[in-house]
């Protein structure tokens, strides 16, 4: 009886009862939806069954449900929400953003179950154990987060606050877990997972190009979109209109990324288990030219050269001074282009300066760049309005948590970096190439959930090409 009312086995039941009560809200909103949720956390409660590791399982689930845009509109369709908070309008100048209306993520969900499964297993006090050597950035940061709450007195900012400091925990949890665990069994399970994944990706996304519009999978949370729509995002070659492929992630772009990701996975699983790691590489290739990501096809490219680099000049871990001028040379190649893309987003950072300077002390608040652009939103070369986040993660960043805010957090992810990643080495250069270029040519990585865990699968790869963790595993087996 002891053994089925513990910690773990309540957490579950919990989760489920949890469950059953949001699905009265949900299914206002879908049948669909909140079947295929059910399915999902079925999933996760099958998984834990077999594997008895609660963290694990919420890992994979975070993995599985990963590129589903699936979400829930807090503000309409929540009553609750309309009754006890008071959310800002999501109209800026007369036009509606979907990045000012709350929403809570499926991907929200999973970085929930991870971080509770932790606590369950391990007890609250896990959560000073893991933030102790960052202890003062990281107070810090929570001081700024609730003085800044405080002042701007905005539901809507609490609520993508807390979204940011959960991802931090997760980021923290997530890596400890690593260090405590098979790093092996961690990088060959994500790598499967993210290739079943990846072939329904394909599968949808070169569907949507060559019918020129979505396939109606409103219950995986495909965008509803059409070749030559306004809204939708297509390219015009020859004269012929073609739909970018989505799969079911809100942007072609962020689909990109995702192949982009897949591609590091794949390069690092493949020495353990070429099965996976090989066609990870090669499907991610040829799902890339349907998406017309310009940034992800460059740094699939560049990551591509590395890779052949390293294997031509058999390159050791110290040797790694080509890379900044590769760099610097690849990203001025790239930001070169005269095209509608490039200047809108320069339009979005010179409107980005303006806002920093309405609310350089406190920021915007975050996820609320799109409401500081109220009075001057730039536009395209066609007149239509910008209204979405700069498209540079590092500026908006420092708009929307102002010149205060943005040192510490970056203080604490560089701490992080420099505690865990140890020497370089020649794939660690392709991560952060591939960061540093999808966050200096889009927003995703930080605006979106799916892009925070795109971010945090980033942190994974460098912790699993370290060489400490590796003697670490080796230590382990020798005794």
């Known amino acids: 009886m002891k053994k089925l009312l513990n910690r773990k086995n309540f957490f579950v039941v919990s989760v489920i009862l949890l469950f059953i009560f949001l699905s009265y809200f949900l299914l206002q909103e879908s049948l669909e939806k909140t079947l295929f949720l059910s399915f999902t956390l079925f999933l996760w409660l099958s998984t834990y069954l077999y594997t008895k590791d609660l963290a694990f399982s919420s890992f994979l689930y975070i993995l599985i449900v990963l590129p589903f845009n699936l979400t829930l509109q807090l503000q309409g369709n929540v009553e609750i929400f309309n009754t006890y908070f008071n959310f800002p309008s999501p109209f800026v100048n007369g036009i509606y953003s979907n990045y000012l209306v709350p929403t809570l993520s499926i991907v929200d969900i999973g970085a929930v179950l991870f971080l509770f499964s932790i606590l369950v297993e391990k007890g609250f006090k896990y959560l000073w154990s893991i933030i102790k050597d960052f202890k003062n950035g990281f107070l810090l940061f929570l001081f700024f987060l609730l003085i800044q709450n405080i002042f701007l007195s905005s539901a809507f900012t609490v609520l993508t606050s807390t979204r940011l400091v959960l991802y931090l925990l997760v980021l923290f949890s997530l890596i400890d877990y690593c260090k405590e665990n098979s790093s092996e069994k961690m990088l060959l399970t994500s790598s499967f997972v993210l290739l079943l994944n990846l072939i329904i990706q394909g599968a949808v996304g070169i569907l949507q190009v060559f019918k020129g519009a979505s396939l109606g999978l409103l219950f995986l949370g495909e965008s509803q979109v059409v070749s030559g729509m306004q809204g939708s995002s297509f390219v015009d070659l020859g004269g012929k209109l073609l739909l970018r492929a989505y799969g079911t992630f809100p942007h072609p772009n962020i689909l990109g990324g995702f192949l982009v990701l897949c591609i590091l996975f794949g390069i690092l699983s493949s020495k353990k288990i070429p099965g996976v790691g090989i066609p ?130 970056l203080y604490i992810l560089l701490r992080l970096l420099v505690k865990n990643v140890g020497k370089v080495t020649v794939f660690k250069v392709m991560v952060v190439t591939a960061v540093l270029g999808l966050g200096f040519w889009d927003h995703f990585l930080v605006s979106l959930p799916q892009g925070s865990i795109f971010l945090i699968l980033m942190f994974l790869l460098l912790l699993f090409d370290s060489e400490d963790l590796k003697k670490k595993e080796k230590e382990k087996l020798s005794l």
Do not use: C
């Open 280 to 409: 990870l590489v090669i499907l991610s290739f040829i799902i890339l030219p349907f998406t017309f990501s310009r940034i992800a096809i460059v740094l699939s490219v560049l990551i591509l050269f590395l890779l052949l680099l390293r294997s031509i000049l058999n390159l050791k871990t110290k040797q790694y001074s080509f890379s900044p001028l590769l760099l610097l040379e690849r990203f001025g190649n790239l930001l070169s282009g005269k095209d509608s893309g490039w200047g809108d987003r320069v339009n979005l950072l010179k409107a980005s300066w303006r806002v920093l300077k309405e609310n350089y002390i406190l920021g915007t608040g975050s996820g609320s760049f799109v409401k500081g652009m109220e009075n001057f939103v730039p536009t395209t070369s066609g007149g239509i309005s910008l209204v979405q986040p700069v498209h540079n993660i590092f500026v908006l960043l420092l708009v929307e948590l102002g010149i205060f805010g943005f040192p510490i957090y």
